[in-house]
């Protein structure tokens, strides 16, 4: 496996962040949806195959780390691989930014139209991290429980934010029962075995409910070697295990009883500063993002957004375009 994977044209480095896999802490996988084996068409800089399941519509990882090494890796996801200070300060900034989140993010606010409002709504966000989204949801009315691996994330959303938050998703859904919303933000794409993850989370939906999917858009790949060695997505946040597109997600609707109720790709990859090792945000830099957190939730925060739309340099990309995103909402049927 290894000897022919080495013969597979290997993609050069643009992230420093490239995570280490000894061979040992590595197995061979097929699709992740229809579990047909496939050829690998090419490796990221970190050596790991990349195969296309054209029945699916998905690229994904042929290779993927063992459990354990998933474990040991994500342990420790917030100190090293994205560095974040967990602190009163930190919560503070989170709490002011909330606000205007709550507000601006198109996401929140096709959640709230598809869910006729979010006050008093249940609603799950699984690989919450520090708890960002979760914070906005509750800042727009919503019961909010959060799902994170990561100990030193979870103790932060716990005791920094006061939120609730559990190990994994069949804590939460055993102890909340059935819930409004599941929320996957840059979640799917993490999971071993996504279709087992997703069957289960439409378990523990009531009727009506949703599930929301922020992913990063495969369907940007193309389909073949020539495409997809030019999509920036392989070269990035290396610590992704497959790349679903718009059809994968059909598909997977359909398989899952579930209705399409929006489906949209836009925006733009972070790029900044990916090519330097990563650190925690500075003094100087925390202050400035409360200050900018502070004036989008002030009375003033439309007229400031106004602004720095119209001063943006031509060449700057408007991330309410593009296709570097995949934006999913499914909704559970009432009927069969």
């Not at 029962?177 to 799917?188: E, R």
């Not at 109720?261 to 500075?282: A, N, V």
């Amino acid at each position: 496996m290894f000897a022919s994977v080495a013969m597979v044209p290997k993609l050069p480095p643009l992230d420093c962040r490239i995570p280490s896999w000894a061979p040992a802490d590595l197995i061979a996988r097929p699709c992740p949806f229809c579990c047909t084996w496939r050829e690998a068409v090419l490796r990221r800089p970190d050596g790991l195959p990349v195969a296309y399941c054209r029945d699916c519509g998905i690229w994904y990882l042929s290779l993927v780390p063992t459990a354990e090494a998933l474990h040991r890796f994500y342990s420790g996801y917030w100190r090293s691989f994205r560095p974040q200070r967990f602190d009163v300060t930190t919560a503070r900034l989170m709490r002011r930014a909330a606000q205007a989140t709550c507000h601006g993010d198109f996401r929140i606010h096709r959640l709230r139209a598809i869910l006729g409002g979010l006050y008093g709504k249940r609603i799950v966000d699984v690989g919450c991290g520090p708890g960002s989204f979760l914070l906005a949801l509750e800042a727009s009315g919503a019961h909010t429980l959060g799902v994170e691996i990561s100990e030193e994330a979870a103790d932060f959303v716990r005791l920094g934010l006061g939120l609730p938050v559990y190990g994994d998703l069949q804590e939460c859904l055993a102890e909340a029962g059935p819930v409004d919303a599941i929320v996957l933000n840059d979640l799917v794409e993490h999971l071993v075995d996504p279709a087992a993850f997703l069957g289960a989370a439409v378990r523990g939906l009531r009727a009506g409910a949703i599930i929301s999917i922020w992913t990063p858009n495969g369907g940007a790949a193309g389909t073949d070697f020539a495409s997809a060695k030019e999509w920036v997505g392989f070269r990035v946040d290396l610590e992704h295990l497959q790349y679903l597109s718009p059809r994968t997600i059909v598909l997977v609707a359909r398989k899952l009883n579930l209705e399409v109720e929006h489906l949209e790709t836009t925006g733009y990859p972070g790029l900044e500063g990916i090519d330097r090792p990563p650190r925690p945000m500075s003094w100087l830099g925390s202050r400035l993002r409360a200050f900018r957190a502070a004036v989008a939730a002030s009375p003033i925060g439309p007229l400031a957004r106004s602004l720095c739309r119209a001063m943006r340099a031509p060449r700057s990309p408007d991330r309410t375009t593009g296709t570097y995103h995949l934006f999913a909402i499914l909704g559970l049927r009432t009927h069969p």
